[in-house]
């Protein structure tokens, strides 16, 4: 009986210590969510439209608002040159998955 007392005892201070690490966080930081909105519609509209990359104006529009877009949009177009016509979706949906599980691990 005393073992499960001491037991408790324990488990009791060591969640007590717990709960008061975690009130020890600074209070969060006033967000400005008109601006937090805009910004979310701004990525949203950007990403919902599907893009000409044979206009040079859009590309030159990638280039300056989204530069790492455009550096994987460039690694893209380098490498499509040495794909067969009729394989090019399978091949953007497997190295697009290889990519992705190198990154998981």
Same mark, same amino acid.
């Given at each position: 009986?005393k073992?499960?007392?001491?037991v ?7 969640l ?5 690490m975690a009130?020890?966080k600074?209070p =969060?930081q =006033? ?6 909105k805009?910004?979310r519609?701004k990525a949203?509209?950007y ?7 044979d206009? =040079?104006?859009? &590309?030159e ?5 989204h530069p790492?877009h455009?550096a994987k949009i460039?690694r893209i ?7 067969p016509?009729?394989t090019?979706?399978?091949w953007?949906r497997?190295?697009?998955m &290889?990519?992705m599980?190198?990154? &998981?691990t």
């Amino acid at each position: 009986m005393k073992k499960v007392l001491v037991v408790l005892l324990a488990s009791a201070f060591a969640l007590g210590s717990v709960a008061a690490m975690a009130d020890d966080k600074a209070p =969060p930081q =006033p967000v400005d969510q008109a601006k937090l909105k805009a910004e979310r519609d701004k990525a949203k509209a950007y990403t919902a439209r599907r893009i000409d990359l044979d206009v =040079p104006a859009n &590309l030159e529009a990638i280039e300056r608002d989204h530069p790492e877009h455009y550096a994987k949009i460039q690694r893209i177009l380098s490498e499509v040159r040495h794909q067969p016509t009729g394989t090019v979706a399978t091949w953007m949906r497997t190295s697009l998955m &290889l990519k992705m599980s190198a990154t &998981l691990t």
